[in-house]
Each structure stands twice: as structure tokens, then as C-alpha cells.
């Protein structure tokens, strides 16, 4: 398809933290953004998150693939359905389809994102990007993150006038340093952009496992305990932060850490977590070309208190939650597949060398028409 100006994308998310999928609507020519649309939520049931779990780790042949494959085709052709419909002056011409990661070893360049948006188009008629990261690790990067081009097109939007680091707080933390003075993301020295550590996902699966909680509202256990600081200096240990950005983790990258808090009592495993959380983002501050002028948060992680407290404290930055700067922070990265969509069917680079450590400019994604 040709682009010739801003069109209405729509960009689906479903994250490693396993809470459901995001969708939301955007008006862009993939360079810079001119609105954004309505946004929608679709929780997985504990049946559905249950399926998808099962085969978290596995690749496109594994015994429980199929299976998840299924239930996430299923459940974001519903939500994409509908939202295609909300408003008629917002009707998408393409639609981005990240799918559901089971699997991510970008050493031996592979990634395995379950869900087929070639099914997808046909269902929806409409083109579907999908497949965001295959080309990125084939050409030797990290596959991740994705958001970072997005991220700068915000910080244009905003009008930032200093650097500003994007954090997303999902199942795995990740960070975007953005320098807004440069035209372009791809630019040396625009962007720089690597995943954290550990985030929420760890904490969600202590409170699911132990009080039957998918997550802990507001940091209200966490604030109640103490951190064990011997867990977390051995977690500031692990070889992952002595690696120089970018880098990127899978969700199972620091599976020990669970066991290590599994003999603490409730308050203070999950003060425990939280404070791994945000030390790895202050750690991340480290790697920073120049001293940011704030870190906005995005994701489930910043309505935790206990965790943005955290944030301040160890890194002496001013933290906002970015809904405070008129974005939403549940949505960004919907509406960032929904941006990269735009790119992609543009032929225009969705990342760089300072994103994820590919060779060079890389345009990802596979196009599907109805």
C-alpha cells in the first residue's frame, strides 16, 4: 500500500506480563504523530493466561504452541474487530500485530512471537504487520526493544526540550534515552535503548502464587516489608548488568530470583522484588550518554507507589508517570506497533544500532494482505 500522508493505524500489544492485550488508534505517516484514537483492553482470563503459559520458552514446534497460537489469534481478532468499528472517522487502513512472545534468544538469532497475522488479515480485512523482530536478530540484533523510534516521535509530540529517558515497566523493564535536539531516531546519537531487568513479572507471579493476586495493588505489600539487601546485591551481580547496551532479556532470564525470596515472608518478598526493579533501573541510569532531565514511566509499573518512590530515591531524578504529560501509559505500546506498522509499509528503518545492537538500520516486519 501507498502512504502519502497521516493514515489511522492500529497496533496491538500483548505484553510478557501475561495481563492481556492492549489495542489503540493512531494517526501518523510513521515519522511524526498527528492524533491519537481511542484505546481498548482485553484482559486474558486466568484460563487464557493459563494456555499462554504453558507454552512460554517453547518455539514454533512445541507440544503447547498450537494451543496459545489459538487463543491469542482468537482473543485479538475479537478486540481488534471491535475496535475497528469504534468510530468511523478513525477507521484503520493497517493494523500492528506484535503477537505473543513465548520465546526470545537473539545469541543464536531467533525469536518466536506465537500468533499468525496473515490469519489475521483475512479476519480483519485489512493489512496486517506482524513479525516485528525476526529481521532485527537475523541481522544480529537484539530484537528489542521496538518502541524507542516511537518514543522519539513522543518526545517530538511533547515538545521535549532536554534528553528524557521512556521507561516502560511491563514483565521485563526497559528504557529509551531520547536526545530530542536530532531529526531523525536513526541519527547517532538519538536514541540509545536496552531492557532493564526483571519488572513486574516476577512480582505478579508471587502474588498470583501466594494470595491468589494477579498483581500488588498500588505497592501496598511491598511498602508494608523490607528489602532483603543481600538478594538484591547478588541479583545487581548477575552477569547481565555488567554487559555494555544494547542488550535485551527474555522473561525467564532471571527465573532464579523467585526462588531466592521463596523463604521470605509475603511483605518483605515483595518489597524484596520491588526494590530489584528499580535498582536495575537505576543501574540502567549508568549507561546514559548524558544525565537526563527526568524519566517518564509507562506501563502496569507506575501505578505501583512503592516502586516510582523507589525510582526516585535510587536514581535522584524527578520520575513521572507519563500520563502526567498527556500520554497514556497503559497504550504506548499498542500505539507504538501501531506507528512501526506505518514504517514498515513505508520501507522506514523500525531500528538502529542504538536500539537493539543490529549491523545496521534494520526495517522489520512481514506485510499481510487481505
Known sequence: MKIAGPIWALGAMSGTSLDGVDAALLRTDGETITAFGESDYRPYSPEERAKIAAA???????????????????????????????????????IGFHGQTLAHDPANQRTHQTG??????????????????????QLGGQGAPLAPFFHF???????????????????????TYVDPSYDAPQQSGALLAFDTGPANA??????????????????????????????????????YFHKMPPKSLDRD????????????????????????????????????????????????GRRNAHIMARLRALTGLRVDDIDDHGLDGDMLEAQAFAYLAVRVARGLPTSCPSTTGVAANVGGGTISHP
Open 116 to 137: 499468525d497475522g496473515a490469519l489475521l488479515a483475512e479476519i480483519l480485512q485489512r493489512t496486517v504487520v506482524w513479525d516485528f523482530r525476526t529481521a532485527d536478530v
Open 56 to 94: 512460554l520458552g517453547q518455539w514454533s514446534d512445541g507440544a503447547d504452541v498450537a494451543q496459545a497460537a489459538e487463543m491469542v489469534e482468537t482473543v485479538h481478532a475479537a478486540l481488534l474487530s471491535r475496535m475497528m468499528t469504534v468510530d468511523l472517522e478513525q477507521a484503520p487502513e493497517i
Open 202 to 239: 516476577p512480582l505478579n507471579d508471587l502474588m498470583q502464587a501466594r494470595l491468589g493476586q494477579a498483581y500488588d495493588q498500588n505497592g501496598a505489600l511491598a511498602t508494608q516489608g523490607t528489602a532483603n539487601t543481600e538478594i538484591v546485591t547478588a541479583f545487581l551481580n548477575h552477569g
Open 153 to 175: 516521535a513522543c518526545a517530538k509530540y511533547l515538545k521535549l526540550p532536554a534528553p528524557t529517558v521512556f521507561l516502560n515497566l511491563g514483565g521485563v523493564g526497559n528504557v
Open 253 to 300: 532470564d532471571f527465573n532464579g530470583l523467585s526462588d531466592r525470596v521463596a523463604d521470605l515472608e509475603d511483605a518483605d518478598a515483595a518489597a524484596t522484588l520491588a526494590e530489584c526493579c528499580a535498582a536495575a533501573v537505576a543501574r540502567a541510569m549508568e549507561h546514559m550518554p548524558k544525565t537526563p532531565a527526568q524519566i517518564l514511566v509507562c506501563g502496569g
